[in-house]
């Protein structure tokens, strides 16, 4: 369903004998709407960071600018990679597969 956002990787996990795979997403788009989130800081100067300077220390209530995204289906946000955004249609297909492990946010 989404074939330009993410690539599939087979996994064996010994004793297991169901198909497993790791999904890894390639797509990163700057999309995350600072005024709509509740609350976006950003690492400064004083933090004494350099290497995370200007990226997102936290993000709280994220939102996204969905004129952004594109044609995105699956992708992660630029400068808060610890989020997964997923389209309605994919979040659909994957309750319908009875994933596990995961739980969805509107954002």
């Known amino acids: ?8 990787i087979p996994v064996d996990i ?4 169901d198909e497993y795979l790791i999904l ?4 990163l788009v700057r999309c995350i709407d600072d005024e709509a ?3 976006v800081l950003y690492w400064k100067p004083e933090d004494e ?3 995370k300077l200007g990226m997102y220390r936290s993000v ?3 939102r996204i600018d969905p004129t ?6 699956v992708f992660r946000t630029w400068g808060w990679s610890g989020v997964l955004v997923v389209s309605e249609d994919i979040k659909a ?8 492990g995961a739980a969805f946010e509107e954002v």
């Open 68 to 73: 952004k995204v594109g044609d995105a289906k």
């Open 24 to 27: 890894v997403a390639t797509r």
């Open 49 to 51: 960071r350099p290497d």
């Open 93 to 100: 297909a994957l309750e319908r597969a009875n994933i596990t």
């Open 37 to 39: 989130s509740e609350e």
């Open 60 to 62: 709280f209530g994220m």
């Open 14 to 17: 010994n004793g297991c004998p």
């Open 1 to 8: 369903m989404a074939p330009n956002d993410v690539q599939l």
